[in-house]
Nanobody
């Protein structure tokens, strides 16, 4: 199985920046579709960003232009650089992976069901 461990969450002021990391193990990382989702209290888990094996990236409209997803295959790690943070970015952030995305189109990458493995989450709190 693929194991994912997130880190880097914390408290940050609105307008500030934070970088989340997700370390993966248990497979061929360079082949994985990797994604970030977030879940605020009382809300559904929602898509934030994804990056595939070719380094193509995908973003939710709410974070486009502010967040950047990247991967370092040598370190088996995916990152989420979050800039210009807003209060509404406050949530638990989850890293997700899928090893078998080759048979699916990129239109599925925003769906929770596209991912087979999930990390435990890391909390991000944005204060005013």
């Amino acid at each position: 199985q693929v194991q994912l461990v997130e880190s880097g969450g914390g408290l940050v002021q609105a307008g500030g920046s934070l970088r989340l990391s997700c370390a993966a193990s248990g497979g061929t990382f360079s082949r994985y579709l990797m994604g970030w989702f977030r879940q605020a209290p009382g809300k559904e888990r929602e898509f934030v960003a994804a990056i595939d094996w070719s380094r193509s990236t995908y973003y939710a409209d709410s974070v486009k232009g502010r967040f950047t997803i990247s991967r370092d295959n040598a370190k088996n790690t995916v990152y989420l650089q979050m800039n210009s943070l807003k209060l509404e970015d406050t949530a638990d952030y989850y890293c997700a992976a899928d090893r078998n995305a080759y048979y699916r189109g990129s239109y599925t990458y925003t769906r929770r069901s596209a991912y087979d493995y999930w990390g435990q989450g890391t909390q991000v709190t944005v204060s005013s």
